[in-house]
């Protein structure tokens, strides 16, 4: 009697099989923080996202310069050649002259630039919040990149699994027909169902690639492994288990939400600073001149018996007043579209608090949904095991046909892909729900290290640790037979 075909024996046929790679060394295997310490040091959007932040906060000397004083010097050198036609003849001149100067200016009122102050102070408290939220969004993405890896990693491995247990039917098919207990359906079935399995093995190795890949873009360094995460990691629902605390922890702290808050005074100030265009300025200024008598209108006069023989010097004190009365409506043109700039920005920062509302209560929801549909993907697994062996059973007795054999097969490694996608679900949703919250720290990450395995094998680890103890277990159980 043929023996059955169970996920024990095609998981222990996968692991065994030559297409099984070395088994990487523990000392170069990455692990989740150092993933993430990486990708803080070489991630060129992080890097993209200082420099921003950085111009940006220079708005705020460069606002403040408007307010405080303004010293300048200058010099200036002059020949100056001079013909002139007289009743006692024709006389020329030529007269060289140096005047050098320095002047300085004290703004007293100027509403207009006090409140581009306040603007640029906003926009660089604006600035600032950014760059944190793009700092916490590459908390997200390095461990979305690293635990796409571990799901194309495990994917692998049960396509692997399937392959073997799809290859070992076949091999079965062929000894049912060589002997003349099936016909050669039955091994067409199972060879298109082997080619299939292969054809998705050769798929999945591609996306295990693709996403290493990924990983060496966000770090700028190329990973031969990484630490797997055990299934032992605790699937709870989110602390407190209560949307509304989550939703008013993320109206207060929210990082892009609370740039929107700043984003709208920087445009509250700007249309203070457009209307303050029509008021008057009032400057103190002060200026030296010192140099060419000629050059600074002392002109030496025949008819006078005062000669200037010597530099003159010159200092003036005063105030400055200017009341702008017409300028083309740029003024009023100006106010109108700061209106407007103010009224867009109000609308963006609704618009963001909605959103955030959104995903806070859907990740809320998606997490409690994790909880739940890992539970029963693992469940799955069992049943499904259950019914390929009922299956198989009835296909040896002549009750079921190949079909049913290889659909039964398919199901199970169907149910073990949905397992493991259910338990990295989790992990990523968790961090996002957290992200909206404005809460995801790098402890995050550190408590998650906590549960990694440090010589994680996929083609070993992709099942559970009761499944795998089982697989193992029916798999010697067999070879004693």
């Not at 193992?472 to 070879?479: L, V």
């Amino acid at each position: 009697m043929l023996r059955q075909l169970s996920l024990a024996l095609a998981v222990a046929a996968a692991i065994s099989g030559p297409a099984l790679a070395a088994e990487m060394p523990l000392a170069t295997r990455s692990d989740l923080v150092t993933v993430y310490q990486e990708a803080a040091l070489n991630n060129a959007d992080l890097a993209a996202a200082r420099a921003d932040f950085q111009a940006r906060r220079e708005v705020v000397p460069q606002a403040r310069a408007g307010l405080l004083p303004n010293l300048s010097a200058a010099a200036g050198v002059s020949d100056t050649r001079s013909k002139v036609d007289t009743s006692a003849g024709n006389f020329t001149t030529s007269r060289s002259g140096l005047v050098y100067q320095a002047s300085l200016s004290q703004p007293l009122f100027r509403a207009d630039r006090w409140y581009q102050l306040q603007a640029a102070e906003a926009v660089s408290e604006q600035a600032a919040l950014e760059f944190s939220a793009a700092e916490q969004n590459l908390i997200l993405r390095s461990a979305e990149a690293y635990f796409a890896v571990l799901r194309a990693q495990d994917n692998l491995a049960a396509t692997k699994a399937e392959e073997a247990a799809f290859k070992r039917q076949m091999d079965q098919a062929n000894e049912r027909f060589d002997v003349g207990l099936s016909d050669k359906t039955d091994v067409l079935e199972a060879q298109a169902g082997f080619d299939t399995a292969r054809a998705n093995r050769i798929t999945a190795q591609r996306l295990v690639e693709e996403a290493f890949q990924a990983l060496t873009t966000l770090t700028n360094r190329d990973h031969g492994a990484l630490e797997g995460i055990k299934h032992t990691l605790p699937i709870l629902p989110p602390t407190p288990n209560d949307a509304t605390a989550w939703v008013d922890t993320a109206a207060q702290q929210n990082l892009n939400l609370l740039a929107s808050e700043y984003a709208v005074a920087a445009a509250e100030e700007t249309l203070r600073q457009r209307k303050a265009g029509h008021a008057p300025t009032l400057d103190a200024v002060a200026q030296y001149q010192r140099g060419d008598n000629d050059s600074l209108g002392f002109n030496n006069n025949a008819a006078s018996n005062v000669r200037y023989r010597s530099d003159a010097e010159q200092t003036s004190i005063g105030l400055q007043l200017n009341i702008p009365l017409y300028s083309g409506g740029l003024t009023s043109s100006q106010v109108r579209e700061s209106y407007q700039r103010l009224n867009q920005t109000e609308q963006q920062r609704e618009g963001l608090r909605r959103q955030v509302v959104e995903n806070t209560r859907n990740l809320h929801r998606a997490v409690n949904t994790d909880v739940e549909t890992v539970q029963a993907r693992k469940q799955s697994i069992i049943s499904n095991q259950s019914a390929l062996e009922a299956t198989e059973i009835g296909y040896q007795v002549g009750t079921r046909n190949i079909v049913d054999v290889l659909d039964a097969q398919r199901q199970l490694y169907s149910s073990v892909r949905n397992y493991n996608d259910a338990r990295y679900g989790y992990i990523i949703n968790n961090l996002r729900l957290k992200q909206a919250a404005g809460t995801l720290a790098p402890s995050d990450l550190e408590a998650l290290a906590e549960h990694l395995k440090a010589d994680y094998d996929p083609d070993r680890d992709f099942l559970p640790p009761d499944l795998a103890r089982s697989a193992e277990e029916e798999r010697r159980n067999r070879q004693m037979y």
